[in-house]
Structures are given as C-alpha cells and as structure tokens.
C-alpha cells in the first residue's frame, strides 16, 4: 500500500473529459507514487499522507459538506492539491479560509512540480511520524535527576500535541529486575580487566529493562541512570546504547524534554539520536565541543568501552560518528519551544577528562551559539547526522 492517497473534489458544471485530460497530465508531471482515490473518501486518513485534489472551482460546498466526516476520520491537517487550471487555485484559497475560520489548520500545494514534490515529500515524513507518535508509551524510570531543575515536562499538552503518553515507573522497580536478572557476560568484550569484570552487571542491566519495555509496552523510557552507580554499582550507559540501536528509544538520566526530542527524531529517522550536553562553545567561530557517556551504537562507525566518566566506574561508550552534515535538536517540555540547528561533525576526540563520546561540531551559522549561552533549553541536546532541520521544523509545525 502506498503512502500516499489522492483524493478529488470535482464540481459537476465542468466537462469530465477536459478534467481528466487535465488530472493526468498534472499528476504525471509530479512524478510521485500514490493511490488515487477519486471523490471517494471512505479511506480518507488511513494512508501516511492524505491529498485533496481541487480539481475545479465550484467545489467549496462539496468540502464544507464533506468535512465533518473527514474531521472524524483523520486528524492531519488537510493539504490542498491544485493545478490551477479551471479556478481550483480560487477554490482551494476559500477552502482554507473556511478552515483557519473553523480554527482548523491546512495547507495549499500549489506551484513548479519540483516545488509541490518536495512539500508532498516532505509532508509525507512529518504525517508518517505524527502517526507513529500517536499513542507511543513511554516510560519514566525514576525521577528526573536532582540537577534538572528546569527540564520540567507538561504531561497534557504531550498527549495533545504529540499523543505520547508518559509513564510513571519506580526506580525500585528496575532495580529489583537487575537483582533478579544473573550477571551473564554479553557479546560484546573488553581487552581492559576492569571493563571486561564489569561487563556482566552492565548486561543484567540491559536484560532487565528490555523486560520492563516488554510489560509496561513501551516505545522508549528515559532512566535516571546515576541511581544505578550507588545501587549496584555499575551504569546504564551499555544498556542505552544498545536498546537505541534496537529502535527502543532510551535516554539519560531521566531528562524528559531529551527523552521526547529523541523520540520525535526516531519517528522520523529510525534512529534515536546522541542524547549530549555542551561542554565548551565558541562564539566566535561557532564551534562547540558535546560530551556524553552512551550513543547508540548504530549511530557509530566504531566504538570502544571505557569507564563512565564522572565514576570512574562501569562501563562507558566511547563511540565516533562520520564526520560530516549534522542536525541539534531540542524541544521544551511542554513542546512551546526548540532548537533546530544544522552543523558539521569536524572531529571525534578522546580526552580523558570529559564523557567518554566526545564531538566537535561546527554550526554552520557561528551567531547561533548564542541560544546556549542566553535562552536554552536545559543542557542536553540531541545531535543526528545529516541536515533535518527543515523536517523537524514540520512536523513540529
């Protein structure tokens, strides 16, 4: 089934021939996969990306009687799909006056067939996520750590705008599954002793939040992570790094706003993003230094263990991306605002007194480091590699 469906609106007063004539050679000229539906909409909302095909004036009254059943079928906004021929530009303008007046929202895909191809593109990824969103589980192990005292998250204005659910999970829980869970060594290994020694309770820690995924039915959880230094002596940092790479999106230290930004990332791109924070920036060049103990390891070209930094015990991820195009992304907790900035992974480095995974990156607008130093979103920042800022911005519209 394709993930796209055209549907068309036709008003009877013009010669059906002479339209169809028209529909073919425009549909032919955007050169994109779709289903066409004709003026039956009884699947209308059911495919990632749903067109409405203006074909000709005189169609204002056939929507406005039409929309209640589409309202109750799909709650994308509805996108406009015009040729321009036979008055379906004018159509289509009073057809989204008529839903910004029902405070509905929508959009008119008109112009070049490079132009509307690239929208129908790219609204086809930002629909596919939103539907994906809807409904996600996921899970919050313990509280937000104590330093997080602004990555606060409003819980209903997530389940309104994104349909994610956030659920409450007792640390005391995970920690009775990692006591129950036997210390089996992984696959992975260590020509280090004391990593390799750690190895095992790093493994019991990832057996027994897959198993927390599976029951509470999760699509992601966020862990406060540093609980687990105290309690059983070892780090979550191995067990991040895989889940995310399994496409379970799991994040550190029980940072929400990082937890919903990757979330949103991993609907989009299939991967879930290196959750990190700033640890120098120049805003003179607009190069900055991001450091953290865990990436997924599907993110990585190669990777190395280490201990986690802070400790000193445990496992760490030392992982290195490919150099090149780069995406930073945030949003708030109560999804107002964010951060969508592109930029250049110059160099991995290792240095010894930072979090094991360490990037340089470039942003490729220098003035724009002056969001971190005068109005960011907490610390922590999710980086991707390639330039998506255009569809985070969409789908976030």
Same mark, same amino acid.
């Given at each position: 089934?394709?993930?796209?469906?055209?549907?068309?609106?036709?008003?009877?007063?013009?010669?059906?021939?002479?339209?169809?004539?028209?529909?073919?050679?425009?549909?032919?000229?955007?050169?994109?996969?779709?289903?066409?539906?004709?003026?039956?909409?009884?699947?209308?909302?059911?495919?990632?990306?749903?067109?409405?095909?203006?074909?000709?004036?005189?169609?204002?009254?056939?929507?406005?009687?039409?929309?209640?059943?589409?309202?109750?079928?799909?709650?994308?906004?509805?996108?406009?799909?015009?040729?321009?021929?036979?008055?379906?530009?004018?159509?289509?303008?009073?057809?989204?006056?008529?839903?910004?007046?029902?405070?509905?929202?929508?959009?008119?895909?008109?112009?070049?067939?490079?132009?509307?191809?690239?929208?129908?593109?790219?609204?086809?990824?930002?629909?596919?996520?939103?539907?994906?969103?809807?409904?996600?589980?996921?899970?919050?192990?313990?509280?937000?750590?104590?330093?997080?005292?602004?990555?606060?998250?409003?819980?209903?204005?997530?389940?309104?705008?994104?349909?994610?659910?956030?659920?409450?999970?007792?640390?005391?829980?995970?920690?009775?599954?990692?006591?129950?869970?036997?210390?089996?060594?992984?696959?992975?290994?260590?020509?280090?002793?004391?990593?390799?020694?750690?190895?095992?309770?790093?493994?019991?820690?990832?057996?027994?939040?897959?198993?927390?995924?599976?029951?509470?039915?999760?699509?992601?959880?966020?862990?406060?992570?540093?609980? /687990?230094?105290?309690?059983? !002596?070892?780090?979550?940092? @191995?067990?991040?790094?895989?889940? #995310?790479?399994?496409? &379970?999106?799991? %994040?550190?230290?029980?940072?929400?706003?990082?937890?919903?930004?990757?979330?949103?990332?991993?609907?989009?791109?299939?991967?879930?993003?290196?959750?990190?924070?700033?640890?120098?920036?120049?805003?003179?060049?607009?190069?900055?230094?991001?450091?953290?103990?865990?990436?997924?390891?599907?993110?990585?070209?190669?990777?190395?263990?280490?201990?986690?930094?802070?400790?000193?015990?445990?496992?760490?991820?030392?992982?290195?991306?490919?150099?090149?195009?780069?995406?930073?992304?945030?949003?708030?907790?109560?999804?107002?605002?964010?951060?969508?900035?592109?930029?250049?992974?110059?160099?991995?480095?290792?240095?010894?007194?930072?979090?094991?995974?360490?990037?340089?990156?470039? /942003?490729?607008?220098?003035? !724009?480091?002056?969001?971190? @130093?005068?109005?960011?979103?907490? #610390?922590?920042?999710? &980086?991707?590699? %390639?330039?998506?800022?255009?569809?985070?911005?969409?789908?976030?519209?």
């Amino acid at each position: 089934m394709n993930n796209i469906a055209i549907y068309t609106l036709t008003s009877e007063l013009h010669d059906e021939k002479a339209v169809d004539a028209v529909t073919k050679a425009f549909l032919e000229s955007l050169s994109i996969t779709y289903d066409f539906m004709g003026s039956d909409f009884s699947t209308y909302g059911s495919r990632a990306l749903s067109l409405i095909y203006v074909r000709t004036g005189g169609t204002e009254g056939i929507f406005r009687q039409l929309l209640p059943t589409l309202q109750a079928q799909s709650e994308s906004p509805f996108y406009l799909l015009t040729s321009g021929k036979s008055n379906s530009l004018a159509a289509s303008m009073e057809i989204l006056s008529y839903l910004q007046q029902m405070q509905l929202k929508g959009e008119i895909l008109h112009g070049t067939p490079s132009y509307i191809v690239r929208r129908i593109s790219l609204l086809e990824k930002a629909e596919a996520a939103r539907k994906k969103l809807r409904n996600c589980r996921l899970g919050v192990i313990g509280q937000p750590s104590d330093w997080l005292i602004s990555s606060t998250v409003n819980r209903a204005k997530v389940k309104e705008k994104l349909g994610i659910e956030l659920i409450d999970i007792p640390m005391a829980t995970l920690l009775e599954r990692v006591q129950a869970t036997p210390a089996v060594a992984p696959a992975e290994t260590s020509d280090r002793a004391d990593i390799q020694q750690n190895l095992p309770g790093a493994n019991s820690i990832y057996q027994a939040l897959k198993t927390i995924v599976a029951d509470y039915q999760l699509q992601g959880f966020t862990l406060r992570c540093f609980d /687990l230094l105290t309690e059983v !002596k070892n780090t979550g940092c @191995l067990a991040l790094a895989k889940l #995310n790479s399994e496409g &379970i999106v799991a %994040g550190c230290e029980g940072d929400i706003p990082a937890l919903l930004s990757m979330t949103i990332v991993n609907s989009l791109l299939g991967i879930s993003g290196f959750q990190a924070n700033p640890s120098t920036i120049d805003p003179e060049t607009g190069q900055m230094l991001f450091a953290h103990c865990t990436i997924p390891l599907n993110m990585v070209e190669n990777y190395e263990f280490d201990t986690h930094f802070e400790s000193g015990i445990g496992v760490g991820i030392r992982g290195r991306m490919k150099e090149g195009p780069v995406t930073l992304f945030k949003v708030s907790g109560d999804l107002s605002r964010h951060f969508a900035e592109e930029g250049l992974l110059v160099k991995n480095q290792a240095e010894c007194d930072l979090c094991r995974t360490q990037q340089v990156i470039q /942003l490729a607008d220098r003035q !724009k480091t002056a969001y971190f @130093l005068t109005n960011p979103i907490g #610390n922590h920042h999710v &980086i991707l590699p %390639g330039h998506h800022k255009e569809l985070l911005e969409e789908i976030l519209k």
